[in-house]
């Protein structure tokens, strides 16, 4: 076994110390990046359906670009069965203008108790929870000034808990079709 | 006293760690950054079903990058990595030779590697596809034939009729509504799936025409898992001397869709 002396351990120290470090920072950002997305071990899923059409007034050109939600579901996934859900809250906002350019607004909440392994599903997840607006086409106005809030956006927000009961904090996914990015 | 075998195994591993963690941590990749706007990596959503995949080239390194596309004889779906869940806009548009196709529809995800938005575009026949975003070109798509017209193992009763079948079931409706064509800018129809508490099944607008007794309407639809699909027509917008009038129709039907 090769053996080292002392000058040649003092020139790799410098050279270890950096890779140690620049490994504990990218482990950091990877170890950020997962909690963005899973927190407390359970993860939620909003998929959101939608059709498009253009509502344009000449029928010439293409502008005004207009969904339609369809619809949205939201399921969970843990990653140990010593996490639950009890409860979570459900918010979809819609300010849009119509094809006739009228202003259309809407706010729909509800509140829902996700169930791991029902419904045939395994233990780690719960069921697709669908939903549907009714609502209608919609677009963003083109002078924000004429309608300065308009977004159609999504928000999902659920209590992760210990299997105890014990709470551990809230885990919040938001989706945004157009308009600003909301906060959780 | 430390000797080199040690020393050396630890900086590998700090340097696989380094390498790990730059590069995703196994598929956890950060979906902002531009090393994902060129490589947009995209499974085939379930709903794309026996469509043939196609070869996409990502040709520039547009944040809203093409990542996977397949078609059938019914649709184009063109999966798009997004930094964020904001849908682009412009959205992209496919040229297929000389026709340009825009979105009908499509579907938002979030996945463990980012956002996903699954675009649906009509029906496609040309081997190579443009996507472009406002003026500028984000990618190509090739396939290796057009797609051929599957057998159809669904039917339906007058005034509806089935043109198609694949991921979607594309429907002609001889409706009874009285507009003309030319005029219609957009119906706002919702069609249901009877079977399963009425859930949506994505009623995506592919046209009119004048027919003999009111607007031939074309649409696309999700298969149903049940044999009857209920269609609730909500709005028609209808162009009038530059203005667009709201005309609230309340049409209600159902239709037998069954092998």
Known sequence: MLTLGRSRLAMLAPAVALLLTLA??????????????????????????????????????????????????????????????????????AFGV????????????????????????????????HGSPGWPYLYSPEDPMVYPVWALRFKLTGTVTRRSGRELGEICTTVTLYGGVPGC | MLTAAPLGRLAVLCAC?????????????????DAEASHCRAPLPEFAGEARRGTVDATSGDRVSPG????????????????????????????DGGRVRYPIGGELQQTSAGWRNYYLYPATRGRQLTVRRGERVTGRISFAGTPAPAACPLESDPPFEVVSCGSLVVIEWASPLRFDARRVQALDVDALDEARDSRPLNYYDLGYRDGPGGLLVRFGIRPPRGDRVALRANFAYVREGGEVREVRLGERTSFRLAG
């Not at chain 2, 390498?19 to 941590?25: V, Y």
């Not at chain 2, 956890?28 to 950054?33: A, K, R, T, V």
Request: proline share 6%; aromatic share 10%; glycine share 8%.
């Open chain 2, 68 to 95: 996977v596309a397949a078609r059938d004889n019914t649709v184009t779906i063109v999966g798009f990595c997004l930094p964020d869940s904001r849908l682009p806009n412009p959205a992209p548009v496919l040229e």
């Open chain 1, 24 to 93: 504990l920072v990218g482990v950091g950002q990877a170890d950020l990046r997962k909690s963005e997305e899973t927190k407390h071990r359970v993860r939620q899923v909003l998929t959101i359906q939608y059709s498009t059409k253009y509502c344009d007034r000449s029928g010439e050109r293409f502008f005004n670009f207009a969904y339609k939600v369809n619809s949205w579901s939201r399921r969970w996934r843990r990653r140990t069965t010593g996490r639950d859900v009890p409860e979570a809250r459900f918010l979809a906002q």
């Open chain 2, 17 to 33: 760690l380094v390498l790990a963690a730059t590069t995703g941590c196994g598929g956890d990749s950060d979906p902002g950054s």
């Open chain 1, 98 to 129: 119509r094809c006739n350019e009228e202003p259309f607004q809407k706010r729909v909440e509800s509140s829902l108790r996700p169930c791991f392994g029902c419904d045939g599903t395994s233990r780690r997840w719960t069921p697709d929870y």
